[in-house]
Nanobody
Framework: QVQLMESGGGLVQPGGSLRLTCAVS????????LGWYRQAPGKQREFVAS???????DYSVHVKGRFTISRDNFENTVDLQMNNLKPEDTALYYC??????????WGLGTQVTVSS
């Protein structure tokens, strides 16, 4: 069983920064892709950023240039550095792991609120 635990969310003013961390634990073998998704109230969950097992990175057009994803394969973590936050970034942010079988695993999410 794979567990994903997000942390680092909170309330921040527009223009501010936050760093989210996702810790991966449990029975996971082989290489896997990691990513972040978010879901705002009344909206569908959407892709934010991903980093593959080969360290290739991809970003949503909505966050490119402001957010940076990074992974630490030794610590089994994936971070999302979020700069120049905007009110429209307010959402519940989820960590995602896609394993070798193509199965998605999800954390419970961490709330990010951008408001003055």
């Amino acid at each position: 069983q794979v567990q994903l635990m997000e942390s680092g969310g909170g309330l921040v003013q527009p223009g501010g920064s936050l760093r989210l961390t996702c810790a991966v634990s449990g029975r996971i073998s082989g290489l896997y892709d990691l990513g972040w998704y978010r879901q705002a109230p009344g909206k569908q969950r959407e892709f934010v950023a991903s980093v593959t097992r080969s360290d290739l990175k991809d970003y949503s057009v909505h966050v490119k240039g402001r957010f940076t994803i990074s992974r630490d394969n030794f610590e089994n973590t994936v971070d999302l550095q979020m700069n120049n936050l905007k009110p429209e970034d307010t959402a519940l942010y989820y960590c995602n792991l896609n394993d070798q079988s193509g199965v998605d695993h999800w954390g419970l999410g961490t709330q990010v609120t951008v408001s003055s």
